[in-house]
């Protein structure tokens, strides 16, 4: 089993430690790097994995998972870079390459390779926040120097949170922060307006909001353990001349499909927009 370094022991972290100790997982072999010593101490007691302040703990581990801010990642990859090159001066090193999962937000590997001083295997991620609940959808990215082991390694400790889904081109993965990264959100949203209209057709919020989310769980879970899709599914309860047929016809004239086309591309521009700014070597 793979030594596995976290730096960074935020909650997506805290999740997928969850996840893989939930999956078999050794806690001996999974350390945490976090300047938060109070967040250390709660992931030491919670999974009683190794824990320190210092990120370069991480610098002998197999996979070192990336999981910072982005506007701090080329900070950190440039200490491990510093602190890997002093290591060799005095033959104290025995550092094979590790694996790089990089978590942060918008940053692609290409600036991360760079920031590691290239040649790096990198597998770039966009997981969702469900993933906090062992119920996320993650989309990866493999640069050229990971191998078919490295992937499969990946893989594996990104479904201890749920689906995964690899890409081929990196720039797909803006489309799956707009796709699945962002939308929880637009889920919510929907929620939170379907709510409003109970309460102003007359029901309470508590009872408004029961049904909602109570609705909105047997609906998702009824697509996803289904064989047909949404569309096809949205077809056999609408029954025509009925109140569904109605809702939806009411939907269609506003032009809902391209409602939501308009805000899923707006997400994908900004996401391209944030990776050339993450990339800027202005970033500290």
Request: hydrophobic residues 40%.
């Given at each position: 089993?793979?030594?596995?370094?976290?730096?960074?022991?935020?909650?997506?972290?805290?999740?997928?430690?969850?996840?893989?100790?939930?999956?078999?997982?050794?806690?001996?072999?999974?350390?945490?790097?976090?300047?938060?010593?109070?967040?250390?101490?709660?992931?030491?007691?919670?999974f009683?994995?190794?824990?320190?302040?210092?990120?370069?703990?991480?610098?002998?581990?197999?996979?070192?998972?990336?999981?910072?801010?982005?506007?701090?990642?080329?900070?950190?990859?440039?200490?491990?870079?510093?602190?890997?090159?002093?290591?060799?001066?005095?033959?104290?090193?025995?550092?094979?390459?590790?694996?790089?999962?990089?978590?942060?937000?918008?940053?692609?590997?290409?600036?991360?390779?760079?920031?590691?001083?290239?040649?790096?295997?990198?597998?770039?991620?966009?997981?969702?926040?469900?993933?906090?609940?062992?119920?996320?959808?993650?989309?990866?990215?493999?640069?050229?120097?990971?191998?078919?082991?490295?992937?499969?390694?990946?893989?594996?400790?990104?479904?201890?949170?749920?689906?995964?889904?690899?890409?081929?081109?990196?720039?797909?993965?803006?489309?799956?922060?707009a796709?699945?990264?962002?939308?929880?959100?637009?889920?919510?949203?929907?929620?939170?307006?379907m709510?409003?209209?109970?309460?102003?057709?007359?029901?309470?919020?508590?009872v408004?909001?029961?049904?909602?989310?109570q609705?909105a769980l047997?609906?998702?879970?009824?697509?996803?353990?289904?064989?047909?899709s949404?569309?096809e599914?949205?077809?056999?309860?609408?029954?025509?001349?009925?109140?569904?047929?109605?809702?939806?016809?009411?939907?269609?004239?506003?032009?809902?499909?391209?409602?939501?086309?308009d805000?899923?591309?707006?997400?994908?521009?900004?996401?391209?927009?944030?990776?050339?700014?993450?990339?800027?070597?202005?970033?500290?």
């Open positions: 089993m793979p030594d596995i370094g976290f730096i960074g022991g935020g909650n997506m972290a805290g999740s997928l430690i969850g996840g893989l100790i939930n999956a078999g997982y050794a806690a001996a072999d999974i350390t945490v790097s976090e300047p938060n010593e109070e967040r250390l101490q709660t992931l030491k007691n919670d009683n994995v190794k824990v320190s302040i210092d990120n370069n703990t991480t610098l002998n581990c197999d996979i070192i998972i990336l999981a910072v801010k982005p506007q701090i990642l080329k900070t950190v990859c440039n200490q491990l870079v510093y602190q890997q090159q002093a290591q060799n001066k005095t033959g104290h090193s025995k550092l094979n390459k590790p694996l790089f999962i990089s978590i942060a937000a918008g940053v692609k590997s290409t600036d991360i390779n760079r920031w590691l001083n290239n040649d790096q295997a990198i597998v770039r991620c966009m997981p969702n926040t469900p993933a906090l609940l062992q119920c996320g959808a993650t989309g990866l990215f493999a640069n050229k120097f990971v191998t078919d082991s490295q992937k499969q390694q990946a893989e594996k400790i990104m479904q201890a949170v749920g689906i995964t889904i690899w890409v081929d081109n990196e720039t797909q993965l803006n489309a799956v922060t796709v699945s990264g962002s939308g929880p959100a637009y889920f919510f949203l929907m929620m939170e307006a709510v409003r209209a109970g309460e102003k057709l007359g029901l309470t919020a508590d408004a909001q029961k049904l909602v989310l609705t047997g609906a998702a879970r009824m697509a996803s353990e289904s064989d047909v949404p569309a599914l949205r077809q056999r309860v609408t029954s025509k001349g009925g109140t569904t047929e109605q809702a939806i016809l009411s939907f269609q004239s506003a032009n809902y499909q391209q409602i939501v086309f805000a899923l591309n707006a997400a994908n521009n900004r996401s391209i927009a944030l990776a050339d700014e993450l990339a800027s070597d202005k970033i500290i």
